[in-house]
């Protein structure tokens, strides 16, 4: 069984400040982790994995996250936030040999604020 | 565009009727999955495919739902007499797998469904 817990439903952070998105996962088999951002009427982008590599991994617009086995974490973070990164932010859990299906956690609501 | 597209992307019905969705994935993809999205919540897997073969099919929500890839290109997800409960976005993802490496997922701009 795979799950992953997303700590805040909404964030809220102004321009020009770091952004934290906290996420745990639980999992029986080596996971692969990814975060995804979705924006209004736009379908799901891929931001990030993790897939038993590198436990710091970077993505795309300038943001990053960190596997912690010992912490089950994954948590997403970016030094500055900008105006275009307000959107809603997903955990993602898979594993290999299971046909890759993601599951989700409920979603974070990024808000920056000027 | 050679994204994932999906139709229709918008669907109004009255409960009791049929509905029916089709997807596109990117060409060369050979996986396509479906997931629902309700408001609030993060998608939730619902089938897949590998070319024609549909691998899973049990986290389909009841027998009302089914979902073809006939060809293993295209695929629909029916609904039949569709309950206020369905409301929700249908979404569609494509890959290209080999192997047991993991491959990114593409999703479509999904399909909201509403039931009056």
């Known amino acids: 069984a795979q799950s992953v817990t997303q700590l805040d439903s909404h964030v809220s952070v102004s321009e020009g400040t770091p952004v934290l998105l906290r996420c745990n996962y639980s999992?029986?088999?080596?996971?692969?982790l990814f975060w995804y951002v979705q924006h209004p009427n736009k379908g799901l982008q891929l931001l990030l994995k993790?897939?038993?590599?590198?436990?710091l991994v970077k993505g795309i617009n300038g943001f990053e996250a960190e596997f912690k086995k010992s912490e089950t974490s994954f948590h997403l973070t970016k030094p500055s936030a900008h105006m275009s990164d307000a959107a809603e932010y997903f955990c993602?859990?898979?594993?290999?040999?299971?046909?890759?299906?993601?599951?989700f956690g409920t979603g974070t609501q990024l808000k920056v604020e000027l | 565009d050679t994204g994932v597209s999906q139709n229709p992307r918008h669907k109004i019905t009255k409960r009791g009727q049929n509905v029916t969705f089709r997807c596109d994935p990117i060409s060369e993809h050979n996986r396509l999955y479906w997931y629902r999205q309700t408001l609030g919540q993060g998608p939730e897997f619902l089938t897949y495919?590998?070319?024609?073969?549909?691998?899973?099919k049990s986290r389909l929500l009841s027998d009302r739902f089914s979902a073809e890839r006939p060809k293993g290109s295209f695929s629909t997800l029916e609904i039949q007499r569709t309950e206020q409960g369905d409301s929700a976005m249908y979404l569609c993802a494509s890959s290209m797998t080999s192997g047991g490496s993991y491959n990114e997922q593409f999703f479509g701009p999904g399909t909201r469904l509403t039931v009056l």
């Open positions: 993602v859990v898979t594993y290999t040999g299971g046909g890759n299906k993601l599951t």
């Open positions: 495919f590998q070319n024609e073969a549909q691998l899973e």
């Open positions: 999992s029986s088999y080596s996971p692969s």
């Open positions: 993790y897939t038993s590599a590198a436990t």
